[in-house]
């Protein structure tokens, strides 16, 4: 997979602490995925797991990005954090990464447990009172399914 690394240097994010930082801050990323010749884009909460650079998603059980994943596992995905527009000056102030990686569809209870967890954790105060609600048993697990993006390359851009 090609690494991008954006054109003016000086806008570049090459900081790890930044870029896990936007990692950990992030709610949701905008996924892009493709089937042959027809581009699909999604945007989906994620839960950010750092010890395994990676990405946890949920979905329904059925749709159009299960169909895409299924025939192709590329993904490239954008997380951005929105400064604001800088009204006089006709710029956007903004932090953005470019993720790429393959997307799996999760098969193993204990790593759809570990997902969801993470994903909860990721993006609830306090997400028990979701897990009592929604999973009141492993089989629960099975009315779910889990993504992982299994993050290869990240490029950042910032401005202002």
């Known amino acids: 997979m090609s690494d991008y690394h954006p054109r003016r240097h000086d806008k570049e994010i090459v900081d790890e602490v930044e870029i896990a930082r936007l990692l950990r801050e992030g709610t949701f990323a905008v996924l892009a995925l493709a089937k042959g010749d027809e581009p699909y884009i999604v945007t989906l909460s ?23 994943i299924r025939a192709n596992p590329a993904a490239c995905a954008t997380i951005i ?24 569809i999760v ?37 779910v399914i889990i993504l992982r993006l299994a993050i290869a390359s990240i490029a950042g851009k910032t401005y202002k």
């Open 46 to 68: 994620y839960g950010y797991d750092a010890a395994k650079e990676c990405l946890y998603f949920h979905s329904a059980k059925a749709g159009a990005k299960l169909d895409f």
């Open 81 to 104: 954090e929105d400064k604001g527009y800088l009204p006089g000056e006709c710029e956007h102030a903004y932090s953005s990464l470019v993720l790429r990686g393959k997307l799996e």
């Open 107 to 143: 098969e193993g209870l204990e790593e759809k447990k570990h997902g969801l967890g993470v994903l909860l954790n990721h993006l609830e105060e306090n997400p028990e009172p979701i897990l009592k609600r929604n999973i009141s048993s492993d089989s629960s697990y099975d009315k």
